[in-house]
């Protein structure tokens, strides 16, 4: 199994510009979620969902899509970048309440200048 | 959100030496789980511990959660250098969900 896959691993974007980071996981998961992290700052939430066709808004959401038209794909779309999105973005994915934790894929570096 | 808070910031210890970082939270939770993440990479997950439960146990890790005092700690015995990593504990974004938040971390070193 390939576990979660997060494509690209490093993007530089201008600023304005939109551009759609992709996840994929192929264990099945209900639960995917999408964070950012910044120097400092730990993980911060940005959208989740417990299901196909199920989103919600995490902690820091503005500036951000996602939707889940389909249990393996969890694509997260910025908009209009800014600088301010310059971050490392991870998607992760789980079992939800069966008691396993997330599996993280190993990230997208984004800069946007 | 109630994203649980870890002390210390860092630690630094020697090899065989017993590490432990302890989480802070402000409300009730139905689990909380704790992560390690190596410079650079996504996070691993270590060990989930219910409400319900006061202790667990995970090779060299020993997780505790004090629903009272809203605060778990994460214990690791015989620390090797390989367990230099930043520790992050995750708790719910609302009290009865397996979505985690994640605080700020506890960077340890293990100097060998």
């Known amino acids: 199994n390939a576990g979660v896959t997060q494509t690209p691993k490093f993007q530089v974007l201008k600023t304005g510009q939109s551009m759609t980071l992709q996840c994929a996981q192929d264990m099945n998961h209900e639960y995917m979620s999408w964070y950012r992290q910044d120097p400092g700052m730990g993980l911060r939430l940005i959208h989740y969902?417990?299901?196909?066709?199920?989103?919600d808004q995490g902690e820091v959401p503005n500036g951000y899509n996602v939707s889940r038209s389909t249990t393996e794909d969890f694509p997260l779309r910025l908009l209009s970048a800014a600088p301010s999105q310059t971050s490392v973005y991870f998607c992760?994915?789980?079992?939800?309440?069966?008691?396993?934790?997330?599996?993280f894929g190993s990230g997208t570096r984004l800069t946007v200048v | 959100s109630q994203q649980g808070e870890e002390d210390p910031q860092a630690l630094s210890i020697q090899e065989g030496e017993n590490a432990t970082m302890n989480c802070s939270y402000k409300?009730?939770?139905?689990?909380l789980q704790w992560y390690r993440q190596n410079s650079g990479r996504g996070l691993v997950h270590l060990i989930l511990i219910r409400s319900n439960e006061r202790e667990k146990h995970s090779g060299r890790l020993r997780v505790t959660l004090d629903t009272s005092k809203k605060s778990s700690s994460l214990l690791i015995t015989a620390s090797r250098a390989a367990d230099t990593a930043s520790y992050f504990c995750?708790?719910?974004?609302?009290?009865?969900?397996?979505?985690?938040?994640f605080g700020r971390g506890t960077s340890l070193i293990v100097h060998p």
């Open positions: 409300t009730s939770i139905n689990n």
């Open positions: 992760a994915s789980s079992w939800g309440n069966r008691g396993n934790g997330y599996t």
């Open positions: 969902s417990v299901g196909a066709g199920i989103t």
């Open positions: 995750a708790t719910p974004i609302s009290g009865g969900s397996y979505i985690p938040t």
